[in-house]
């Protein structure tokens, strides 16, 4: 049986503690060297068009009369913040956000312990079987389900007709409250996949032993979920929730596609598009993305800072 001296005196203990601060430093050093080159394309690839949108925002250019650009300073994202058609894009978008991360949050943390706890013979089923909503193009998943809902060609209609408020003439593209129903559901239906992979990733994480000493003093299922099970996995919980919410704010395809922003369904991403591409506007469309961008830094740093996850002490470093 061998054993580890434990340094007793002062000068031994600094040396130990300098010798680990050699190697996280190495370490870190070997981390910058093998993700520095992929960081710095994807900082130019991201900062480019950014940079770009904002030079834009701050001119009156509409593309089918180049010749009348005119430099307005910040007068775009005057336009664009005293119009109600701005502060309206903003609450849907926030509204669909808000329901669809809450939903995936609570689905894909079960999904998570699912999977967790599986016999290990039926994981790989198991996992693949729910990870497949995930693995389908958002695109071919928005037409599949205005195609199950629309009331000429979806079976929706004629399959829950028996229960209340469902008929063969319901409409569900014809009002608001139907029309953002489809598209949150269809957002839940293919992004909670994903949010329980991460949070799997997160349960695999906390340490078994701290579960047992939790069963052997008595702790039942509950408490042990509050009191060890959430706590360790915070940091996944944190990701997670961040990636969804950032993903859900920038949603696109699925109103695109249902609805293309009819019935007061439109998103801050479409009116960019509308703004840009269909009216050609391309100051106020450069606008409008600029502060779509401030409202994701915005909310990056609201979530670190309400979780206050130290990612670096999660992994062990410190």
Known sequence: MTTTRVPDSAAEQEAVAAALSDRARAERRLGWWLAGPAF????????????????????????????????????????????????????????????????????????????????????????TAILVPYAIITVVSAFAWFYAFDISTGFVNSWFDWLPGIGADTNWFGEFSTSVTVIIASEIWKTTPFISLLLLAGLAQVPEDLQEAAKVDGATWWQRMYKVTIPNMKAAIMVALLFRTLDAFRIFDNVFIMTQGSNNTEVVSFLAYRQTISRLEIGLGSAVSVLLFLCVVLISFTFIKLFKVDLASARGER
């Open 40 to 127: 710095v394309v994807m900082l130019l690839v991201t900062a480019y068009p950014i940079v770009q949108a904002f030079y834009d925002s701050l001119f009156q250019f509409r593309l089918t009369d180049p010749d009348a650009r005119e430099f307005n300073w910040l007068g775009n994202y005057w336009v664009v913040l005293t119009d109600s058609v701005w502060w309206q894009a903003v609450g849907v978008t926030v509204l669909i956000t808000a329901i669809t991360v809450a939903v995936e949050a609570v689905l894909g943390f079960a999904l998570a312990l699912v999977m967790h706890r599986a016999l290990r013979t039926l994981r790989p089923v198991l996992r």
